[in-house]
């Protein structure tokens, strides 16, 4: 939406390409975080159980690198372009997946088989961290402003596919084929595997660099550039017109970081640990509850789909956040007063999942996907996903935490006031935005420079409207006088 409005049959049939890709990228993502929590049982009983630093860091190291993945791929894509570090990502998890399916105890250096397997997870995740901001990246600028909403949300649901996959695959394998566990671990990783090289190979075979993004690196945009022209600075100075364009849009970027990090405690928080909250036999019956929630929350997923291109993205967070602080609510006040095992109880607590898909989970993928401008899209958008990840991690250790001192009960009330917060958060930072308003801001890609184009998004973002008026006005103003401290602070240094 950002960048300039693709044009012509072909770039139409990128976007869709792209989409698709984008959107299996994801399932293959999703699949490989939840896939080690399925075969953990089967792990500990072949090679012992693990010690609590040996479960942390099995569990922390490929959001560790998800979250190292989503700032260092972001911003290296603003600065390289999307095709090639989109190929490189998928890539990554591609052979990281089929390393941990191989691991083995490395005796030399007296690692066992959890620290193998970590040391891949946290390259899976530096591949999956970077898919989040190239996959919103390449698709945006493959897309027009009337469909960059809809096709975000069909990526995002790539996400749950990958989470049903995962459970479903344990069932076949343990059941009618019969795997045993020493080889169930090896071939689930493996496919995860094959899965992420097949994409990997067709994105090389037909994706192109994205029209917007090209256009935005041209001489001429680069030209505009502050102080000298963008091919004479050296990355210190390229970064910092990055950083003063982040700063300009400031507000934007706390609506999308604090969203997303409140948004993944909670749903993290409670997604790594439902079989905790449903408890079953290790094997098939764990992978039962959790394909059943998992199955439970696609109308969740198509409602953001159907919802996305009609709503503005900020009511389907703010919204979704306030039902889900509900069903906790209802989640805390029936945990003693009816049977947890039932299905009554686990089909409300999937309830309140579909609500997270269909609102802050699409509002939160897809809201930095389009508000940031094309020179920092991936930038901002994996700055954001990285707070995301942080919050995951903050999310994953409060469960335990509170389980163990407080009970299960706690942690659904504890849950309910996070997401309440978050909808407090959303309501107060993040814009209200339309295609009009992303399409002016566009229209700017390749005629002021980054600083002005930041200031003048954040003023129109938040006026909730994008008149050329408006722009005009914020160009004459507010973004000059950025513009202008930056220019001197340039030439000072260059003097």
Known sequence: MMGSPPQGSNVGSQG?????????????????????NLVRPVLEAQFGAMTPGQDAMLTGSALSGAFVGM??????????????LFIMTVTLVGVASLGSALAEPFEPLGLSVFSVLSIWRFLMGLGIGGEYPLAAAITVENTDAANSARNLAVIFSGLCFGTILAPALVIFLAGPLNVSGPHLWRYAFGFGALLALVVAFLRFLVLKETQAWQAASSPRARALAPAQPEAAMDFRERSREKLAGLMAMKWSLAGTVGAWLIYDIVTYGVGLYSTTIFP??????????????????????????????????????????????ALFAMLTVLFER???????YLSLFALMRAFDCMGPGCGTFVIPGQIFPTRMRATGHGISAAAGKLGAVIGTAIFPFLNSH??????????????????????????????????????????????????????????GHGTKSTIKKEQDYGAMTQASMFLTAASAKTS
């Open 338 to 344: 009816v049977n947890r095992s039932g299905f009554g």
């Open 71 to 84: 700032i260092l791929f972001g911003a290296a894509a603003d600065y390289m372009g999307r095709r090639c």
């Open 406 to 463: 407080a009970g299960l009960q706690a942690v659904m009330a504890f849950m309910a006031l996070t997401s309440a917060f978050g909808a407090f958060w959303t309501q107060i930072f993040t814009p209200y935005y339309d295609e009009k308003v992303l399409e002016d801001i566009a229209s700017l890609d390749s005629t002021t420079s980054l600083i002005q184009q930041a200031s003048v998004a954040e003023s129109a973002l938040f006026a």
């Open 280 to 325: 079953a036999e290790p094997g098939i019956a764990s992978a039962k509850i959790v394909f059943a929630i998992n199955a439970m929350t696609l109308p969740g997923f198509a409602g953001a789909v159907l919802l996305a291109p009609h709503m503005y993205m900020k009511k389907l967070q703010l919204w979704g956040l306030l039902v889900m602080a």
């Open 16 to 36: 869709r390409l792209a989409a698709a890709l984008s959107c299996f990228g994801l399932m293959a993502d999703s699949y490989d975080f939840g896939i080690v």
